[in-house]
Structure formats: C-alpha cells, structure tokens
C-alpha cells in the first residue's frame, strides 16, 4: 500500500540555519502531496501541497518540490527562526477509497 | 469561515467509563477524519466518514466508534476506556474523501486523560 517516509527526528538547528527535512513516498499513480505542521498544544495545520510532479508548494518560506522521479516531496527552509519549533508531517493522498497516509512526523527545535 | 471545532478540549476520565467528543466542520464539508496522537505511537488513522458513511476505518478494537450526522457533524465514541486511550483526538474535514487530494483541515484536538 502506499506509504511515507521521513527523517527521524528530533532535529536542532540554530537560528538562520538552512532546513532540511527529508520524505519519501510509495504509492501507484500520481499522489498529491503534503506537508503539516503542529505547533505545541494545537492541531494539524496545512503548511504547503503539491498536486502533479514537479509543482512546487511554498509558504512563509517554506517550499517542497514534488519529484517523481526520486519519490520524494523533502521540506526546505533558507533561513528557520525559533517560531518554527514544531512537528512536521509529509503526507500523501491517493485514493478516494483510502485516507490521507501520514509519515511519522520529525521535531524540529530552533535554538537562538 | 469558522475552522474545526472540536469539544470537548480536555477532559479526564476514569477507567472503564466511556467518552464521546464531538467534531463540526468546517461549513460546506462533508468528510470527517479522526485521529488518535499519542508520543509513543504518533498520529494514527481510526476513521472517516463521508456523507454519513464511513469510508475507511483504522486498526483499532470495537470499543472505538464513530457516526456521522445529516448536517456532517461527527461524534466519535469511546467505551470502557483503558489507561492506554490517554491521547489527543484530532479531527479534520474536507470537501471530499480525504485521500483523493483534498486537503483536510484539522481542529485543535481533545485532550483525553484516563486515570
């Protein structure tokens, strides 16, 4: 079945430091693509989407190229500030007939 | 445009009772989604439903349930509730089923503690 997989956390970074986080994903046909973001004590919300290959998702600086040819749909950031703390999901969607498919999450803390 | 609204937002429990949250969402949607997140285990599917059927259920005993009503409001159900149900219970709604590449947008979640 269709599957994600990404880097396990936790990360720490600096403020200003470039972000990576890795997500590759199984699944026939063509997916669309996600990325979540849960800051402390809330829900889930929408960071960026894909829907085809090679769009690219991007918001508050953050952006994800969906790459067919690699499976992959990894998280960049330029410059994280502190504010960026939280979990980040990767997720795929691509059947009516069976749910959004999370990866496990990756925490990333921002240190000053 | 009013988000997921989820209640209760925390509640505790005693073993052996049962529960029942409540999840409305977002005007005009008509798929729900729950979650179950705890630190061990992360975020785990337990069910969907899509104009008042459920599409998709996770791996979870019979003692998790859920329904859907006419307005797509959702309830979902626990019973004889056990130490380990201690989680955030998330739920989420989007237009159409969840894995056709509809984004679902998640409430802030119901914080369960089983003592």
């Known amino acids: 079945g269709d599957s994600v997989t990404q880097m396990e956390g936790p990360v720490t970074l600096s403020e200003e430091a470039f972000l990576t986080i890795n997500c590759t994903y199984t699944a026939t046909g063509y997916p669309s693509l996600f990325w979540y973001v849960q800051y402390p004590g809330e829900g889930l919300q929408l960071l960026l989407k894909a829907t085809k290959a090679d769009d690219k998702g991007s918001n508050k600086g953050f952006e994800a190229t969906y790459r067919k040819e690699t499976t992959s749909f990894h998280l960049e950031k330029g410059s994280v500030q502190v504010s960026d703390s939280a979990v980040y999901f990767c997720?795929?969607?691509?059947?009516?007939?069976?749910?959004?498919?999370f990866g496990k999450g990756t925490r990333l803390s921002v240190i000053a | 445009k009013a988000g997921v609204t989820q209640t209760p937002r925390y509640l505790i429990k005693t073993r052996g009772q049962q529960v029942t949250l409540s999840c409305s969402p977002i005007s005009g949607h008509r798929s729900v989604s729950w979650y179950q997140q705890t630190p061990g285990q992360g975020l785990q599917f337990l069910f969907e439903y899509f104009s008042e059927t459920q599409r998709n259920k996770g791996n979870f005993p019979g003692r998790f349930s859920g329904r859907q009503f006419s307005n797509s409001r959702s309830e979902m159900n626990v019973s004889t509730l056990e130490l380990g149900d201690s989680a955030l219970y998330l739920c989420?709604?989007?237009?159409?089923?969840?894995?056709?590449?509809?984004?679902?947008?998640f409430g802030e979640g119901s914080w369960l503690t089983v003592v």
């Open positions: 989420a709604s989007s237009m159409g089923p969840s894995g056709s590449g509809n984004t679902i947008y």
């Open positions: 997720a795929l969607g691509n059947s009516g007939n069976t749910p959004l498919v």
